[in-house]
């Protein structure tokens, strides 16, 4: 790793402030690790999750080289995260539900905005929220004991958090709305076959596994993992002539840079490329 790349990295962690909800680490090379941390509530998400993971996205934004990757996981092994923390929620006023839930609607977006490529890694169970989380991420690695659900219309509420949009795009709308609309829960291998999820590993396994991907995405060129990431997202939602023109945008956006100078170089002298992100 070149030095000034580790003095990115390494600065973006010294200079996050103290989370109460979230723990940031290096989990690999150019990898950074965003774990969910109330453990004894389930992860659950409250305002002050909101607030914390909201900053760390921010932050990430503001800094696409700090990280190429990141693995977004929850603390323990059995509840990745039971969605909105209902015990918070309980008794609140219509005005605080509403301030409470903008929170959570611009913290999801920024993870869906980010620059970098999120891999959501669920080991343990996913519901309301904390689906839609993980569906916010670019792609799903999943535990074998994890389950999943959007449970809301049995609390008389409904996703808010774009899993009415998210999952359809993700498992097609027949089967979204059979989710959506009678809350069952459903377990990891129905999750790998509606293609909710791209893989599915043993608890043990889950770990390395996802790092192993994470660090072959980490180690592309991060300007190209970036456009490609844009060019799926907002390819996805044109008419593919208008699609391809912006996906020739993104392409012709690389030509100039020293990555992809430094890639076919690399190519020619059959030696690893030694990409810097511009």
């Not at 301030?99 to 980010?114: I, S």
Request: hydrophobic share 40%.
């Amino acid at each position: 790793m070149e030095s000034s790349e580790l003095d990115l990295t390494e600065n973006f962690l010294q200079q996050l402030p103290a989370y109460e909800t979230v723990r940031c680490f290096r989990a690999a090379e150019h990898v950074l690790g965003v774990e969910l941390s109330r453990p004894d509530s389930a992860n659950a998400l409250n305002t002050q999750m909101g607030h914390d993971l909201l900053d760390i996205w921010t932050r990430l934004t503001a800094a696409p080289l700090a990280a190429r990757c990141i693995v977004l996981s929850a603390s323990g092994t059995r509840i990745f995260c039971a969605g909105g923390d209902l015990k918070e929620r309980n008794g609140m006023t219509r005005a605080q539900w509403i301030q409470q839930h903008e929170l959570f609607e611009r913290m999801f977006w920024t993870l869906v905005d980010l620059p970098q490529p999120v891999i959501a890694a669920v080991n343990g169970h996913a519901f309301g929220g904390g689906l839609e989380m993980a569906l916010c991420c670019d792609f799903i690695y999943a535990g074998s004991h994890a389950r999943f659900g959007l449970p809301e219309v049995a609390l008389g509420i409904m996703p808010g958090g774009g899993g009415t949009q998210n999952l359809p795009r993700a498992v097609g709308e027949r089967r979204a709305r059979e989710i959506l609309l009678s809350g069952t829960p459903f377990d990891a291998e129905k999750a790998l076959r509606w293609g909710l999820v791209n893989e599915v590993f043993s608890q043990d396994e889950l770990p390395s596994q996802v790092l192993q991907v994470a660090s072959r995405i980490a180690g592309n060129a991060p300007l190209s993992t970036r456009q490609i990431k844009k060019s799926v997202r907002y390819g996805m939602q044109m008419e593919l002539r208008t699609a391809y023109r912006f996906e020739i945008e993104a392409y012709n956006h690389l030509i100039d840079t020293e990555d992809r100078m430094e890639g076919v170089l690399a190519f020619n002298e059959k030696r690893a490329p030694r990409f810097k992100g511009v």
